[in-house]
């Protein structure tokens, strides 16, 4: 229930990510709700129990809590770590180059290569079930010795055993789709229905109404995804299995049928999310064609008795795991190309960040991340079935135990993986090393300016500041870190080839050194600590997630990767975390929209929360823009937002934004703070003549002791800002402007 004061003007206060209190929010110890539910709600010092902190004289302050749309329940929060290869994928699309995005080619193969990580994480429940349990355990007794809960499978013949082992794939698929629908619950029914989905063609604008809302589009393409998976394990069980009851021609058949099924999904990825009643139309008969081809491809293989041979993968599976990895590097290609090309064609005066790379580093990303957890899920899976040892072709294991051997695909991953990691580790080193120089002159000039006068009894202070304010640049230098990552993902495709012909590293090393020389051996070493490696950082994020499930603080830290990651639609992977702006946003202009109908509102954002004053405002009526104002502080809009995705946040919608609230503007920052900085730095495109939208605060305020106080004033950095006087006297000055 609202039990608002009867002030009418309002500040209404919207924090950043790590998902804060609303207490800390208002600086005040007793809070009441006023709006909204336990997901995300509106708050306000309990009446009766004092003003908020930082409050200004006749203007009621308002907090909007949203951070447990992200780390609010402990499934959900621990769950999406498993997610984080799908919203990668997702927030690709998001980063691409400012203009036109002729045909829509950058989206067409973001969900073509999203398409890849679905038929991956599909076939890594395959490899763990059908390949390394059913094929390459089973059939020995020294795998199967002591695991009763397996030997009884034994018993089954080979094909109806590869069938019912099918099923694992099925709920793993099933529940991935559940936590994808059931996390999004909490952000259903808050802004305007609209079925007409995103052009993604670089046309959309965060002030199209019904921008936020992805509902139909996701819809459809998590049905695509579900039917890709099962085409996928389709095809994979087919291929495994003997012709059987069927023969030899219906099982070709049943097996063209089932690739032609696969296709079509991947055709309908590359056409436009159709209208709700054409997409029924289409997603009906391919629905049912698609299970009465999954319940022929089960009945074949439980047909197909034969025993297997034991020798190897399960048939056609390292061709399978070698094509989707070569399909990969080949749309990452490219998308590298295509986004290269883009970027050229922009016309602007800011250096983009990434080089205008964003999509293909954060595509290559979710590719690395796929493979990581697919290796990481096949090798734990088969060092507990053969008892700790990693068998490779230069030391097998025992005949009686059996091969145990993963596609040599994800040896090659796993070797890319450790490359990765030593080389990103060796040039972030370089970086930060080549940068310190001329990031502390940046802020010997910025303290100089600032601290003409310092006694040498504050030299110990002033260098504290000065190497604040340098660690404080560290976030522009990474650039070429990121970039540096793509190079290292691309050249791993000279890997595919040998993935195709199923050459491995170490029959690679064995080929050109000698079988069994130490040119070979070296190379299983190094490629086994590839795999320690990418799995220990793996059990690391499950470990994480299982402290999410148990700790309030730890969700706190993971949401604040989600609160960066799911802030866009889904429009690329359906089962990539559900984006919380979908309600954030329509439910602060609906509060906002209220709240004018008595009196001014000051929008007030910090850090991220900048980012949510803004998209809110995009939305707003021109009848509610005229008693709106806005104050961000700690503002990462320009600095961060503009530069990573300048087709929808960038110097244009600044201006705009400016534009649509009458330049009622007012933007804090400091040189200390590592996440803001100034909206509208010296140059083309800021705001009119006369106009200031930044004001940079001096941090720390003083480098002496105050008489009154017995330390110096602290370093405040991002947090807090509330707390100065130029605050107020901001809120101050855009309430009197308001209408």
């Excluded at 250096?351 to 990581?372: C, D, N, Q, Y």
Aim: proline share 8%; aromatic share 6%; hydrophobic share 45%.
């Amino acid at each position: 229930m609202d039990e608002t004061p009867g002030r009418d003007t309002v500040e209404l206060r919207v924090h950043g990510i790590s998902g804060v209190t609303a207490e800390r929010i208002l600086d005040h110890p007793i809070v009441v709700r006023v709006a909204g539910d336990t997901h995300a709600g509106f708050f306000r010092p309990r009446p009766g129990s004092g003003t908020a902190g930082g409050a200004t004289e006749g203007v009621a302050v308002e907090a909007y809590r949203w951070g447990s749309l992200t780390a609010g329940a402990a499934v959900r929060t621990a769950s999406m770590l498993l997610l984080l290869p799908f919203m990668l994928s997702n927030l690709a699309i998001w980063l691409r180059p400012a203009g036109h995005d002729r045909w829509g080619l950058l989206g067409l193969l973001c969900r073509l290569l999203a398409g890849t990580l679905t038929a991956t994480f599909v076939l890594a429940a395959v490899g763990v079930t059908l390949d390394l349990i059913g094929w390459q355990c089973l059939p020995y007794p020294g795998c199967r010795a002591s695991r009763p809960y397996l030997a009884w499978l034994h018993s089954v013949p080979a094909g109806p055993r590869l069938a019912l082992l099918s099923v694992v794939p099925l709920l793993a698929l099933r529940v991935v789709w559940a936590i994808g629908t059931r996390s999004a619950r909490a952000f259903e029914g808050f802004g305007p229905s609209s079925t007409r989905p995103l052009p993604g063609d670089g046309t959309e604008s965060l002030a199209d109404a019904g921008f936020w809302q992805d509902a139909h589009t996701t819809g459809w393409l998590r049905q695509i995804h579900v039917l890709l998976g099962v085409g996928t394990l389709n095809v994979a069980l087919l291929a495994s299995v003997a012709p059987g009851g069927i023969g030899a021609t219906g099982h070709v058949a049943l097996f063209v049928i089932a690739v032609g099924l696969l296709g079509s999904d991947v055709a309908l990825l590359a056409l436009p999310v159709p209208s709700p009643v054409r997409a029924r139309r289409i997603l009906r008969p391919l629905w049912a064609a698609t299970v009465v081809a999954t319940v022929l491809c089960l009945s074949s293989a439980t047909l197909a008795g034969a025993a297997p041979s034991g020798s190897g993968t399960l048939p056609g599976y390292e061709g399978a795991a070698a094509g989707v990895v070569a399909a990969q590097g080949v749309l990452l290609v490219v998308l590298t190309v295509v986004t290269y090309v883009r970027q050229r064609a922009v016309r602007g005066d800011e250096r983009p960040v990434l080089r205008g790379l964003g999509t293909p580093i954060a595509a290559a990303a979710a590719v690395s991340v796929g493979a990581a957890f697919t290796a990481t899920l096949v090798y734990r899976v088969a060092d507990a079935l053969d008892r700790g040892d990693i068998p490779d072709p230069i030391r097998p294991n025992p005949p009686i135990v059996g091969p145990l051997e993963p596609p040599v695909a994800y040896w090659w991953a796993a070797l890319a993986g450790l490359a990765a990691l030593l080389i990103g580790g060796a040039v972030t080193s370089a970086t930060l090393l080549l940068t310190r120089g001329r990031r502390r002159r940046l802020a010997a000039r910025i303290i100089e300016r600032d601290y003409p006068d310092v006694s040498a009894r504050d030299a110990h202070r002033l260098r504290l500041v000065r190497e604040t304010i340098a660690r404080s640049r560290v976030a522009e230098e990474l650039g070429p870190v990121l970039v540096a990552f793509l190079v290292i993902a691309s050249l791993g495709l000279a890997t595919v080839a040998f993935d195709v012909i199923g050459i491995g590293p170490t029959q690679l090393a064995a080929r050109l050194g000698g079988h069994g020389g130490a040119f070979a051996v070296l190379a299983a070493y190094v490629t086994d600590a590839g795999v320690w490696v990418i799995s220990l950082l793996v059990i690391s994020l499950l470990i994480l997630g299982f402290r999410a499930y148990r700790s309030a603080q730890t969700r706190r830290v993971v949401a604040v990767l989600w609160d960066l990651g799911t802030f866009w639609p889904r429009t690329v992977h359906p089962f990539a975390p559900p984006c919380y702006a979908a309600r954030a946003v329509p439910e602060l202009a609906k509060r906002v929209t209220g709240l004018t109908a008595r009196g001014p509102v000051v929008i007030s954002g910090h850090s991220h929360g900048s980012v949510l004053a803004a998209a809110t405002i995009l939305q707003l009526p021109p009848s509610v823009l005229a008693r709106v104002s806005l104050l961000t502080y700690g503002s990462p809009l320009r600095r961060t937002y503009a530069r990573l995705y300048p087709a929808y946040l960038g110097p244009g919608t600044l201006h705009d934004l400016g534009e649509r609230i009458g330049w009622r503007w007012r933007n804090l920052w400091r040189d200390t703070d590592p996440i803001g900085g100034p909206v509208f730095p010296p140059g083309p495109g800021g705001p009119p003549a006369g106009v200031d939208i930044d004001l940079r605060l001096r941090d720390p305020r003083s480098l002496t002791i105050d008489p009154a106080d017995t330390v110096p004033p602290p370093i405040e950095g991002h947090w807090p800002y509330h707390t100065q006087t130029a605050y107020q006297a901001a809120i101050r000055e855009l309430t009197d402007r308001s209408g």
